[in-house]
Structures are given as structure tokens and as C-alpha cells.
């Protein structure tokens, strides 16, 4: 048995204020994030960053060291004319100068905009003017990109500097080490994302200080990350869950950030967890598929070394999580979030309830959630609808709307996901799929998820992708998309035994009447599938 609190008394005792005692300044009368995620854990002797270079050396950086450093990059932002509310861009990999460039611009009350390093020149281009940024930092490998953006702002570079451009370390080394924290409210804006661009063009999202109460929630609730943890959420911070949960939550609790240069690959993960002993893990869902799919003796190594593992960015598939259980000897929790309004659906670690594979989870405390229908009624519990969040009854509700049209987007009370989901009778929903990626065939509404779940249980299957292809008689029909696994060659029986195997499972109406192998599936940046070109094809 457990003396943790259940989820109904989590959801029924959530208080702001409770919340608001895990930080140093006051959301109504002054805060700066800086402070909170750097300067009040000096002197803590813990370690702030574990970073794994490409070459697999490793080392660490103290809190000690991100305050001076924060404070002389603010300073050659003040130099620069930078402003409180102003934005500043960090163009850079997964090494320490980001977290300065971070948390530099955080105690100078400027707005960090975080750029992914795959990105080429036109998706900077168009997210820098989306954003009207005054400064970007960038390393060697990125700097010739920007060389192709129309209205570049100022440049500063930690390696390969062009002659206009300002040397990251010389120009820091010049600086003063004291910067007194600028002192902003909860309404103000720290952090400025664009959203992944996988229904549409991308649209600008401010983040107000005030969802710093949501990180922390999140850190705690969901991921149930404690002193004695050694933390890795492998997401780049490029994107909203990564910058969120690798790079400030962990800072936030004063915890330690890891951080892993070099890009993704089995061996080195499995190397990395186990080596620096990771006992709290935080991925995508292809990555787990990807563990699962290098068979037993390359994650032999890892079984029970993790306490908490945990999913995000796509639909976790049953048979990944019973593979986890199985092989890693942990469970599994799938969690839901969006850039807009953070992780407000999950399976809580660090909240004690069931778990049903397949389910997306629970409300996170401090959120109300609803399930809409065509008309913006709420629906009955097993109805397909849409994900909404009620800004009324939800106190961690943070998010002020778009850049530029801030409160044009709400419906009513309610800011709809564009996520169609099931909600159970004991109060947990079912991720359908993307509203726009409901497939209607012959009278029936089927949602993407089942049949792809369906299709990876096949142990031919990595991945799969499902979209609608239109059909004169039904239509539409359903169709597949297969990676193939180690081993496994594609042929038309192949085919004709997965569409069996998918129709014993889900039924006629619901099984892929054309499967087309492919060597890998179209995704963004941030690893969501990009159903959209799928159907284009």
C-alpha cells in the first residue's frame, strides 16, 4: 500500500495557493523566472546540468556557474538595446550556453523564443519575424542558415563567428557578473513558442510566468520527479515539451537537467541511462517503439533500473506498454499536453490511480476538461468528441490566445484541442485522433489510434500511420501506412495478413482496406506523425 494522495483528493483539495508556496516571488506582486529556475538554488550543492557531448564524455555545470553566466549574458543584452518583453532567439543544440541564453534572457525580463535546430532557413525566417525577435544565438553548425534570412536580427555565435556578428564567449567575458533580476508579474510573458504546423501554418504562442505553476505541477503530479532522481526527458528544447519539461521544470524543482548532444540512437541511450543511472525517463512514443523494436538483449541491461517512465507529442500504443512492463520491469504512462495549455491530461505518477493501457489518462488537478460535440454541448461518457478545456473551472489555465490575436480563439468558455477523444465512466479518456484526422466510411467514424495500435501489435509492424483515401462508394476507406520491422519484408501476403489481423481485432468496418510499406513516416520536428502529406500522397 501507498500514503500517497488518490486522484480524486488531488483534483478536489487543488489550491493556487498551495502551489504558489513552492515559489520565491508572488505572481500578483513580482516574480522573475531566472530566480526561480537558477539563483534560489545556489548554494544547494546540487548540479544543474549533466551534459553528454557527442563524443560521449560528459560533464557537469553548477547553479553556481548558470547565475554568473545569466547575468553577464543580460547584461550584453541590455548593451544591445534588448528590452524587458522583448523577444530573444536561441538557435543552439543541446549544450550549456542554451540554459544561459535561457535563463539570461529570463533575468533580464526579455522573452526566450527557442528555434529547433533542424529548422532550415524559411522556418526561421518565418518564426524570428512572426516574433519580431531583437538577438538570436546560434552555434557553427546553424550559423550558415541565417545567412538566407531576410531581417536577420542581431547574431550572436558561440563558435564560427562572422565578423558582424558578436563572439558569445568574449563578449560575456566582458560583462559584469551581477544583474539584478528584472521583476515581472504572472500575466507577463517569458517564453514565446510557434505551435508544430501539422494542421496548418504555425501560430505564435506566449507563455505567461503564471504557467510556471503548471510546469510544477506537472514535474511533481505527473512525472513524480524527487531530489534522489537522476532525470533525463530526452525532448529536444526546441520544442514545448522539451523546453517545458527537460530544460525548466527540472531547473524549477532544483533538480539537475541532462542533456545529450548528439542525436537519438538506441546504443546510446541504453548507454546513457544506464551509465549515469537515470532512474526518471521521459520520451516519445517512437522512441520506446525504437527500444522495443532492438530486441531484448540490447535493453537488457535497463530492466528495473527505471522508477518512472513516461510518454508524450503522440498516442502511446497498448502493446509498447506491454512490452515495458514486460521488458524494462516499469509501467508505462502515456500523457497528453498541447504547446498551447501544457500537459493537461495523464496517467500521474506521482498521484495514485489505475491505469488502463490505452487510456491518455486523468484531467491534471487545476484542469477541467470536457468532451464536445458538433453543437459545443458536452457529450455523453463514450461519444467521440472534442477535447475542450474550460478556462472558467481550469486555474491553470494559462494560455492568453495567439500572438497577435490573443482571446479571438476561444468557443464560449472553452479553448477546443482540435483532439477528438472518448471519456470513460471512471472519469479517463481515450485519444481518438486529430479531429481532422477522423476517417468517415461507409456510416462510421473511426479514429486513426485503434487501427494503428492494432497494426503495431503485429510483430511484423514498427510503426504505422492510418489516414481516409476517398472512395466513391464509402467514401472513404481506411488506409495504411507500415514500417516494417528487422527481418520482415513487405509482400502481399504480408499485406493481406495484416488487414486480417487488424479485422479480427476491430471489426469489417474499421480494417485497412490498402496498406502501403513505406521506409518511414513523415513527421515533424518534434516526432508527430504529419497524416496530412499521408493523404496528399
Not at 489550491?15 to 539563483?39: P, V, W
Not at 492510418?466 to 495504411?480: F, S, T, W
Request: hydrophobic fraction near 40%; charged fraction near 25%; proline fraction near 5%.
Amino acid at each position: 500500500m501507498t500514503n500517497r494522495q488518490t486522484y480524486a483528493a488531488a483534483r478536489d483539495d487543488f489550491d493556487l495557493a498551495k502551489i504558489d508556496t513552492n515559489f520565491e516571488g508572488s505572481f500578483s506582486d513580482g516574480l522573475n523566472a531566472c530566480i526561480e529556475c537558477c539563483d534560489r538554488h545556489v548554494g544547494s550543492d546540487r548540479v544543474a546540468l549533466n551534459w553528454i557531448g557527442s563524443d560521449g564524455g560528459s560533464r557537469t555545470v553548477s547553479y553556481e556557474y548558470l547565475k554568473e553566466q545569466s547575468a553577464r549574458f543580460a547584461n550584453m543584452l541590455k548593451a544591445q538595446g534588448v528590452r524587458p518583453g522583448d523577444r530573444v532567439a536561441g538557435l543552439l543544440p543541446r549544450v550549456s550556453e542554451l540554459l544561459v541564453t535561457m535563463l539570461g534572457t529570463l533575468r533580464a525580463g526579455a522573452v526566450y523564443q527557442p528555434l529547433f535546430t533542424a529548422f532550415g532557413p524559411k522556418a526561421i525566417e518565418e518564426r524570428l519575424a512572426g516574433s519580431a525577435a531583437k538577438l538570436i544565438v546560434t552555434d557553427a553548425a546553424n550559423r550558415p542558415k541565417l545567412d538566407d534570412v531576410q531581417n536577420c536580427p542581431t547574431v550572436v555565435s558561440i563558435s564560427d563567428s562572422r565578423e558582424t556578428d558578436l563572439d558569445f564567449r568574449a563578449t560575456l567575458e566582458g560583462q559584469s557578473s551581477e544583474f539584478a533580476p528584472v521583476v515581472l508579474r504572472g500575466d507577463d510573458l517569458f517564453l514565446m513558442l510557434f505551435t508544430s504546423g501539422t494542421t496548418g501554418a504555425p501560430k505564435g504562442v506566449g507563455v505567461p510566468l503564471k504557467a510556471l505553476r503548471a510546469f510544477h505541477s506537472y514535474m511533481t503530479l505527473g512525472l513524480d520527479l524527487r531530489p534522489d532522481d537522476r532525470f533525463w526527458n530526452i525532448a529536444d528544447p526546441g520544442w514545448a515539451y522539451g523546453l517545458f519539461y527537460s530544460a525548466i521544470g527540472p531547473l524549477l524543482l532544483g533538480s539537475t537537467v541532462t542533456f545529450q548532444e548528439a542525436g537519438f540512437s538506441v546504443e546510446a541511450t541504453c548507454k546513457i541511462i544506464r551509465e549515469h543511472k537515470i532512474t526518471n525517463f521521459a520520451a516519445a512514443p517512437t522512441v520506446y517503439r525504437l527500444l522495443k523494436a532492438a530486441g531484448d538483449e540490447a535493453v537488457d541491461a535497463l530492466k528495473g533500473q527505471l522508477r518512472v517512465a513516461s510518454s508524450a507529442g503522440e498516442p502511446l500504443n497498448p502493446e509498447v506498454i506491454r512490452w515495458s512492463q514486460e521488458e524494462l520491469g516499469v509501467t508505462l504512462h502515456d500523457q497528453y499536453g498541447q504547446t498551447e495549455v501544457g500537459m493537461v491530461m495523464m496517467n500521474h505518477h506521482g498521484i495514485d490511480h489505475e491505469v488502463r493501457p490505452g487510456s491518455a489518462g486523468l484531467a491534471t488537478p487545476g484542469f477541467h476538461l470536457a468532451v464536445l460535440g458538433e453543437d459545443g454541448a458536452e457529450v455523453p461518457n463514450g461519444t467521440p468528441g472534442n477535447l475542450a478545456v474550460n478556462m472558467t473551472q481550469s486555474p491553470l489555465f494559462s494560455f492568453p490566445g495567439y500572438w497577435g490575436r490573443e482571446g479571438e480563439d476561444w468557443t464560449g468558455d472553452y479553448f477546443l484541442t482540435g483532439d477528438t477523444v472518448e471519456r470513460h465512466e471512471a472519469g479517463d479518456f481515450s485519444f481518438v485522433g486529430r479531429s481532422d484526422d477522423i476517417i468517415s466510411t461507409a456510416g462510421y467514424r473511426i479514429g486513426p489510434f485503434d487501427v494503428e495500435s492494432s497494426l503495431i501489435e503485429h510483430p511484423a509492424v514498427l510503426e504505422s500511420a492510418v489516414v481516409g483515401k476517398p472512395d466513391a462508394e464509402r467514401g472513404h476507406i481506411v488506409k495504411a501506412f507500415v514500417v516494417l520491422g528487422k527481418g520482415s519484408e513487405p509482400t502481399d501476403e504480408l499485406s493481406e495478413e495484416l488487414r486480417l489481423h487488424v479485422r479480427n481485432r476491430l471489426g469489417a468496418h474499421a480494417y485497412p482496406r490498402e496498406i502501403a510499406f513505406v521506409d518511414a513516416l513523415p513527421k515533424t520536428p518534434s516526432g508527430k506523425v504529419q497524416r496530412f502529406l499521408l493523404r496528399e500522397s
